[in-house]
């Protein structure tokens, strides 16, 4: 028989055992040396030795809590018949003493188990935790829903002012009740304009509780992450931020407290009254609050007589009047253009029509035949006028684009200190120096045919920290609605050549040899003073490798000079001076026209103000850049290249607690030497070229006239180290009434014979600035470093001189155009004279200007490189390179120079009856 069955010792007699069976069970402890084994007659359901089965059994189901002492029966195994196993407490089972374990409230990590089993959690303790979480989260929601209180929504959608100060702290505008709200019960609402709501922004609106779980849910996240939060808020939802929530922030906190009101007024509140509150309470743009203002707003009637065409566009807002207002808000946005948002909110209103076919609110027959409303354009009556309305309208779209918290919306409610960079001192002196002008020089009554519709706009800004100090954005705010110093859609000419200059010097021309793309090791940075360029009238404009430019016809370009005038040989500089257009427009085209894109928004130009073909004249300003926008750009040559965009607003608060604040953030526009150079060239415009009228006296002054083809718009634009200016005139009748907005030509406008830069804004210029600056300190511009290098383009040639291949130019019977910025024939007359003779004496150094030294002749030009310049011969204009005279086969013959009598289209001939493209006329 094995150890373990052997029947064990009986110890103490007959009678010890008697007594012991006699004693209560588990009161004694077994005697010493009893190994627990069961007895047979207990095994048959005789009296139990003490420790038995039954002892270890309870003991295993108190988890351990009352001990077995280990010799006694049953102790060694924990379990039935003393075996050990999985409920017993034996060794090997976390329990040394080999004693069964004490119970704990919580089994983690689990008693009993190996390895990775004893971190798993079991059901029951997962389903408690799970039970407890819900059921703490119900009780909070329950104690929030009970605690929380629904806001008066009068005392919320209170209209509050806003109010506006100077830069030196001193009130510019006070604009309370700026928005325009009446609201009115549900029963002037239309049922299809509710309809079209429900069906655009809340389709389950008469059957949910008020909330939408993902919507939040989806919100937290998105701000958990720092992003933008989404919609997907009920009517509900919105009607609670709208009129019942003071804090417009989006915080997780706002949402929590949203979504307990939300659901409280879902519970309290009819499905009707949450319509009629939300639809009174949105924004609708343009200044209107609630639909009976909208109404008004867009189509001048009443909410009640609104149609289903009107209904559904007046939907189409609620998703943001910014980008779905036809009439567009680029001051809020560049991007809402009138025609982008023209799209969009045609789209939108399809679609919100489309929906409700879909939700059985309208019928398909009803739908097909539904045509987009006519829409009322905005209002001209600005509620502040003189430039007040100006630069509250400007202050306010700078602080909306720029702050990434409050919206338009927001703001409207009122309750803002907005704190403005505007100096009251410097707006009334720009604004008499425009009116000290005008007056002085337009008069409609007069001359009603040309000092009609004539448009001043100005702005000044501080190079050095974009702070916008003053604008001039027209006669009146209340009178004329458009703001003269931001984008009219005037072209800026000729101001636009100092940014082809800095691309020459930064980026370089291209290595004519070389692939389109180069890097810039394969370019040639120019100096101003030695890269050298054909000033001919009509140039004909070439490729970087030398090919002839033609447009998608076939169609050449020949550039022409303000005043039809021809330049020899010219080097940058006295370019710039004289405004010679057919060196920028070539040395466009030779660093390319997209570098030169690039260099203009380096600068601080917008993108989206410039023009996006890459036709050659591009380079003498056919795009439409704002006055402020060329004050700071051309502030970044003041700065030395340091570019900062123009700002209008320094500071806000809400409450007395400071809510935004202007970042200073300046890039590296351009490197300090190329700027210097720049300002340099630019201070000679001023001291002894076109720009002279805008001197100050006692002070550097850099700028650059502008006076644009067709004579549709004058510019100038100059600055100091301390103040930079842009003043633009142009003829524009933008009457909202006017559906041809179109500018016009200012040929004797003012009783002048035409309009320049250099007349009436340069004018401007100086008689502001001089008051503007008085007082301050004299500042002089850094000296300019060496930069670049020597080159010879569009034509002109180096020493020695080398001779013309270019093949004659095709005539037909059309005149060259002088006047058109875009590739148009015209009706101009031909061109009249030679280029004045040059000197007989020539610095050795500067060949290359060395014209015709004596070989004028009767009835021919001069030719631009003969050296010895004889008359070819009566009839005949010298040749492009004759050396030794104008000899007939390679002077002025009519087979390959300036055609006789009459003047045949040759290469450098003076005259001309030929059909060319004509680039436009700038000064």
């Not at 409280?264 to 319509?275: D, N, R």
């Not at 072209?491 to 040899?513: H, N």
């Not at 001023?686 to 805008?694: F, L, M, P, Q, S």
Request: net charge positive; glycine share 12%; charged share 25%.
């Amino acid at each position: 028989m094995s150890e373990h069955r052997r029947k064990p010792p009986q110890t103490g007699g007959r009678a010890a055992a008697r007594r012991a069976a006699q004693q209560p069970s588990g009161r004694r402890a077994a005697p010493a040396g009893d190994t627990g084994s069961v007895s047979p007659s207990a095994s048959h359901g005789e009296e139990h030795s003490y420790g038995g089965r039954a002892e270890a059994r309870r003991a295993a189901q108190r988890g351990g809590r009352r001990r077995v002492d280990p010799g006694a029966p049953g102790a060694a195994g924990g379990g039935r018949g003393g075996r050990g196993g999985r409920r017993g407490g034996g060794a090997g089972h976390h329990d040394p003493g080999g004693g069964p374990r004490k119970r704990r409230l919580i089994d983690y990590p689990r008693y009993g188990k190996d390895g990775w089993r004893r971190w798993m959690p079991s059901w029951k303790l997962v389903s408690g935790l799970a039970l407890a979480f819900f059921g703490t989260l119900m009780g909070a929601a329950t104690l929030a829903y009970a605690w929380v209180d629904v806001p008066d929504p009068r005392k919320q959608a209170e209209a509050q002012n806003n109010v506006y100060y100077y830069r030196d702290g001193t009130q510019l505008a006070a604009t309370g009740g700026e928005y325009n709200r009446q609201n009115v019960g549900i029963d002037q609402i239309p049922m299809h304009l509710q309809n079209a709501v429900k069906s655009a922004e809340n389709k389950t609106f008469d059957s949910d509780s008020g909330i939408d779980p993902k919507g939040i849910s989806r919100a937290l996240v998105n701000m958990a992450r720092g992003q933008q939060t989404q919609g997907g808020s009920t009517i509900t939802q919105q009607y609670v931020k709208n009129a019942r929530l003071g804090d417009q922030s989006q915080t997780v906190s706002r949402k929590f407290k949203e979504l307990f009101i939300s659901i409280k007024v879902g519970t309290e509140m009819k499905k009707p009254e949450i319509m009629a509150g939300y639809l009174n309470t949105s924004f609708y743009g343009r200044s209107s609050y609630g639909i009976q203002a909208a109404a008004r707003t867009y189509f001048d009637t009443d909410a009640k007589d609104l149609t289903v065409a009107q209904s559904a566009f007046l939907t189409t807002l609620l998703k943001g009047a910014t980008y779905y207002d036809p009439a567009g808000a680029t001051d809020f946005d560049p991007a809402a253009t009138r025609e982008a948002n023209t799209k969009r909110v045609t789209e939108r209103w399809n679609w919100v029509l489309d929906e409700m076919v879909k939700d059985g609110h309208l019928d398909k027959a009803e739908r097909d035949k539904t045509v987009f409303p006519n829409v009322l354009p905005p209002s001209t009556q600005a509620k502040l006028g003189g430039q007040r309305g100006y630069l509250v309208a400007l202050a306010k779209a700078n602080f909306l684009a720029n702050n990434k918290q409050i919206t338009e919306a927001d703001l409207a409610l009122g309750g803002y200190e907005i704190h403005t960079t505007f100096d009251e001192y410097k707006i009334k002196e720009l604004e008499a120096s425009v009116k000290k002008v005008y007056d002085k020089n337009i008069d409609p009554k007069k001359r009603p045919d040309t000092d009609t519709h004539v448009q001043f706009g100005g702005a000044s800004v501080e190079p050095k920290t974009g702070k916008i100090v003053a604008i001039y954005g027209g006669a009146d705010a209340t009178k004329h609605f458009t703001n003269n110093a931001d984008s009219t859609g005037a072209q800026v000419g000729s101001t636009f050549k100092p940014f082809v200059l800095a691309s020459a010097m930064e980026d370089g021309v291209r290595d004519p040899k070389g692939d389109r793309v180069q890097s810039a090791s394969q370019r040639t940075k120019l100096d101003p003073d030695k890269a050298v360029y054909n000033g001919k009238n009509k140039l004909k404009i070439k490729n970087y490798d030398g090919s002839i430019w033609r447009n998608e016809e076939g169609k050449e370009w020949l550039q022409v000079n303000d005043g039809d005038k021809s330049y020899k040989n010219i080097n940058l500089r006295e370019a710039m001076i004289d405004s010679a257009n057919s060196p920028f427009v070539q040395l466009g085209m030779d660093i390319g026209v997209p570098e030169v894109r690039k260099a203009a928004v380096k600068a601080g130009l917008l993108e989206s103000s410039l023009n996006k073909s890459d036709v050659p004249s591009f380079s003498i300003g056919i795009s439409t850049p704002s006055a402020i926008r060329m004050a700071s750009s051309y502030g970044t040559f003041a700065a030395e290249g340091q570019q900062r965009d123009p700002y209008s607003v320094e500071f806000v608060k809400r409450g007395g607690r400071e809510i935004y604040r202007h970042e200073d953030k300046p890039t590296s526009g351009f490197s300090p030497v190329v700027a210097n150079n720049v300002t340099d060239v630019l201070v000679d415009v001023v001291e002894k070229g076109t720009g002279t009228n805008a001197q100050v006296p006692g002070r550097q002054v850099a700028g650059k006239t502008g006076t644009t083809d067709g004579n549709r718009s004058a510019w100038f634009v100059g600055y100091t180290p301390q103040l930079s200016t842009a003043i633009d005139m142009y003829r524009l009748d933008d009457n909202e009434k006017n559906t041809k907005r179109e500018f016009e030509k200012m040929f004797g406008t003012g009783g002048q014979e035409k309009i320049h830069g250099s007349s009436f804004p340069s004018d401007i210029f100086a008689d502001y600035m001089k008051k503007a600056l008085k007082g301050t300190k004299v500042l002089k511009f850094p000296e300019p470093e060496p930069i670049g290098e020597a080159y010879w383009g569009g034509g002109a040639s180096s020493p020695p001189p080398s001779k013309s291949t270019e093949p004659s130019e095709d005539a037909t019977t059309k005149e060259p155009t002088n006047e058109e910025s875009t590739q148009k024939e015209s009706n101009s007359p031909p061109a009249t004279g030679n280029s004045p003779d040059a000197s007989n004496s020539c610095n050795p150094w500067d060949n290359w200007s060395c014209g015709t030294n004596n070989g004028a002749n009767n009835n021919g030009g001069n030719g631009d490189n003969a050296n010895n310049g004889g008359a070819a011969n009566n009839n005949g204009g010298n040749g492009d390179n004759a050396n030794n005279g104008g000899a007939a086969n390679n002077g002025g013959a009519a087979n390959n120079g300036g055609a006789a009598n009459n003047g045949g289209n040759g290469q450098n001939g003076s005259n001309s009856n030929g059909l060319v493209i004509g680039g436009p006329q700038e000064e």
